[in-house]
């Protein structure tokens, strides 16, 4: 289907890298695809589990090899991990990937800043003021310019 996914290549960023292309791809799923197994642990999960993440995982190598098809029949799934992993591994609720669910509750004055009450600590991404990736970068953009001045910050990004 047209369901979104994030590519990207680490193994491209390490000049003195030795091992194979790594290639990390990540997709998105809905907690309920996993509630069968919520009570469980990881590594305790059952062969119906290895199933349900091997088939995502042929899907998300398959929508991978579409938006790229250099890479058709050229890569080796190596490792999948679900909201289960995520939940187990971070204790993020329902296995979140970025922190802290976001919802009308969470705006005015009971959103979270970057200035604290501690003096010169400042807080930045998914969990403070907008969430997702867009955010993490606005609430850095917001971070920085308690750190160096807005107008400082503002017309350095206006000259890149």
């Known amino acids: 289907d047209d369901r979104a996914i994030f590519v990207t290549f680490p193994s491209d960023r390490e000049a003195t890298w030795q091992g194979p292309r790594v290639v990390l791809a990540l997709g998105m799923m809905a907690w309920d695809d996993v509630t069968p197994w919520q009570h469980s642990k990881t590594g305790k999960r059952g062969p119906d589990y290895e199933a349900f993440k091997a088939r995502h995982g042929k899907d998300l ?15 080796k799934e190596i490792e999948v991990s679900t909201p289960l992993s995520n939940r187990d591994y971070t204790a993020a609720a329902e296995g979140g990937m970025y922190g802290m ?11 979270l800043q970057s200035p604290t009450r501690i003096d010169n ?13 867009v955010g993490v970068t606005i609430g850095a953009f917001v971070t920085c310019s308690y750190l160096l001045g807005f107008e400082h910050i503002f017309d350095r990004v206006a000259r890149a």
């Not at 190598?61 to 890569?75: F, M, N, R, S």
């Not at 400042?122 to 907008?130: C, D, E, F, N, V």
């Open 61 to 75: 190598q398959h929508l991978v090899e579409t938006a790229l098809p250099d890479y058709a029949g050229k890569l």
């Open 101 to 111: 669910r976001h919802g009308m509750e969470r705006w005015g004055k009971y959103a």
């Open 121 to 133: 600590l400042l807080m930045t991404g998914q969990s403070i003021l907008m969430p997702g990736v």
